[in-house]
């Protein structure tokens, strides 16, 4: 049993500070009644503004097991906890279950979710929570979503990621050699420079891809091999062609973590890092151009007091 908490201050849309918990919740039935106390009392202790979500490796109801089953004591301690606390237990938008046990007897819950106060609704009263593909563990991600800012188009810039293409390097040898034009040098520089944009724009579209599009369509497959497995399991060829699909996906997800490390100018971080939402926080800092300051309190069940740390930062 596990739980994180945050103070959240910002300046931002909402304009006031709210209180965000993950849990991971206990496997064992004897641990769940004093998990429940210790979420009310946390509820008491967060305030009003409060959103927790994690894995609570529990259903509300029978109908989030595939398998059925009895309503056992620790279901109605959830239930309860839920009706004490007022807290809102929004559906998931695009799927039943978040979990399988991935056997050959597959048996599917509903044990990852959010719950969130209704002053906390107010806050963002468009949220939604959905979830995504289960490429490589048991558990879907959830995502809850807010509806935030969307960025138009940005101006054309070099991609490092492109230079992991193995045909890009030669292709570019190639295209420099092709474009000629007359005029004193500077210019001649700067028509080779407009030429050569051209021609990657146009190679990036037709050879390279759109990642995000394509990394779509993997996790769609993979999807659609899952949902097969739900149903009676694959066979040998359907488990080798998701094992493919998991290999293409790692490597648009590596070459994704190459654009947005170039993105957030990130040079300090080791080569193989998979924080490409690091780099993703780290971008969306810059473009917000604002201070921000996060009070982060953890929760120490040992003694069983707060620990307080106040941390500000700021993102150019």
């Known amino acids: 049993m596990k739980i994180l908490s945050w103070n959240i201050r910002d300046g931002g849309i909402s304009g006031t500070d709210w209180w965000l918990s993950g849990v991971y919740g206990p496997n064992s039935y004897k641990e769940r009644s004093s998990f429940w106390e210790e979420l009310a009392g946390l509820?008491?202790?967060?305030?009003?503004?409060?959103?927790?979500?994690?894995?609570?490796?529990?259903?509300?109801?029978?109908?989030?097991?595939?398998?059925?089953?009895?309503?056992?004591?620790?279901?109605?301690?959830?239930?309860?906890?839920?009706?004490?606390?007022?807290?809102?237990?929004?559906?998931?938008?695009?799927?039943?279950?978040?979990?399988?046990?991935?056997r050959e007897n597959v048996v599917w819950c509903r044990l990852d979710q959010f719950l969130y106060s209704v002053e906390w609704e107010n806050i963002f009263p468009n949220v939604r929570q959905s979830a995504l593909n289960r490429i490589t563990s048991d558990h879907c991600p959830i995502l809850l979503d807010t509806i935030g800012f969307k960025w138009g188009p940005c101006p054309f810039r070099f991609e490092n990621m492109w230079l992991e293409h193995p045909s890009f390097k030669e292709n570019f040898r190639i295209w420099w050699g092709e474009i000629n034009s007359q005029g004193w040098m500077g210019f001649k520089f700067m028509r080779k420079l407009k030429g050569l944009k051209d021609r990657i724009k146009v190679w990036s579209k037709e050879i390279f891809g759109y990642i995000g599009k394509e990394k779509k369509e993997i996790e769609t497959n993979i999807k659609s091999l899952v949902d097969e497995d739900m149903i009676g399991g694959l066979s040998v060829e359907k488990l080798r062609e998701r094992e493919l699909l998991k290999g293409k996906l790692e490597e648009l997800t590596f070459r994704e973590e190459i654009s947005w490390k170039q993105r957030a100018k990130s040079q300090w971080e080791k080569e193989g890092d998979n924080n490409t939402r690091f780099f993703h926080k780290i971008v969306n800092g810059r473009k917000k151009k604002f201070h921000r300051k996060i009070r982060m309190s953890k929760w120490c069940r040992g003694s069983r007091r707060w620990i307080n740390s106040a941390r500000n930062y700021r993102l150019f």
Request: glycine share 10%; hydrophobic share 30%; with cysteine.
């Open 43 to 102: 509820y008491g202790l967060c305030g009003s503004r409060w959103c927790l979500g994690g894995d609570f490796n529990i259903v509300r109801f029978l109908s989030e097991k595939s398998n059925g089953g009895r309503v056992t004591k620790s279901m109605k301690e959830f239930c309860e906890f839920i009706r004490e606390t007022n807290l809102c237990d929004p559906p998931l938008q695009n799927a039943e279950y978040t979990w399988s046990n991935l």
